[in-house]
Nanobody, 121 residues
Framework: QVQLVESGGGLVQAGGSLRLSCAAS????????MAWYRQVTGKQRDLVAR???????NYSDFVKGRFTISRDNVKNTVTLQMNSLNPEDTAVYYC???????????????WGQGTQVTVSS
């Protein structure tokens, strides 16, 4: 089965940096778009950044210029480098990927378990 496992969350002071990683494993035929979302308790889950298989990336306005998404198509990983963090970035961050498990099946959306990022002022 397919799994997405995140790592790299934690506590950081305002202005600091964190790097989140997500590794996809299991029966993967192709790994398509990958993304990072974040969610504050009681609020909706918001897109942070997405990246296609060719490396084309899009960012939400609230992270542009501060966060960078990248991926490694050999290792099946996606990374989110977060700089200039502020308390408003505090949330649970989720890895998301569209994955095909076989040639005969369209891609399905998978989620990681989430990793907490806390930015103190």
């Amino acid at each position: 089965q397919v799994q997405l496992v995140e790592s790299g969350g934690g506590l950081v002071q305002a202005g600091g940096s964190l790097r989140l990683s997500c590794a996809a494993s299991g029966s993967i035929f192709s790994l398509n778009e990958m993304a990072w979302y974040r969610q504050v308790t009681g609020k909706q889950r918001d897109l942070v950044a997405r990246i296609d298989r060719g490396g084309g990336a899009n960012y939400s306005d609230f992270v542009k210029g501060r966060f960078t998404i990248s991926r490694d198509n050999v290792k099946n990983t996606v990374t989110l480098q977060m700089n200039s963090l502020n308390p408003e970035d505090t949330a649970v961050y989720y890895c998301n990927a569209n994955i095909r498990v076989s040639l005969w099946r369209p891609g399905d959306v998978y989620w990681g378990q989430g990793t907490q990022v806390t930015v103190s002022s």
